[in-house]
Nanobody, 124 residues
Framework: QVQLVESGGGLVQAGASLRLSCAAS????????MGWFRQAPGKEREFVAA????????HYTDSVKGRFTISRDNAKNTVYLQMNSLKPEDTAVYFC?????????????????WGQGTQVTVSS
């Protein structure tokens, strides 16, 4: 069982930056790919980014490429999502999730463990 706790969300203006953190209750580097998803009001949860167990591979949805960076500090059991040049359309609840393997990583159904989410609001 892995418990995930997100933090770092907030209200910012367009163009600003935020760094989200996801702290895991146990070591994740030996088994889990970590992902970030987001869900805006009235919309389905969508994939944002994922990072492989050791951190050698990353994948992003097209709308955040070049602006967001996912990373992990396995010594701290923590995954980060650095978000730069934020846009109003980035407004959503951001969720951290964990899955074994590195397949179907863009599908929320592939992830076993989920955090509670952290709200990110970007004003124009």
């Amino acid at each position: 069982q892995v418990q995930l706790v997100e933090s770092g969300g907030g209200l910012v203006q367009a163009g600003a930056s935020l760094r989200l953190s996801c702290a895991a209750s146990t070591r994740t580097d030996s088994r889990y790919t970590m992902g970030w998803f987001r869900q805006a009001p009235g919309k389905e949860r969508e994939f944002v980014a994922a990072i492989s167990r050791i951190g050698g591979s990353t994948h992003y949805t097209d709308s955040v490429k070049g602006r967001f960076t996912i990373s992990r500090d396995n010594a701290k059991n923590t995954v980060y999502l650095q978000m730069n040049s934020l846009k109003p359309e980035d407004t959503a609840v951001y969720f951290c999730a964990a899955t074994e393997g590195y397949i179907r990583i863009t599908y929320s159904s592939a992830y076993v463990y989920w955090g509670q989410g952290t709200q990110v609001t970007v004003s124009s």
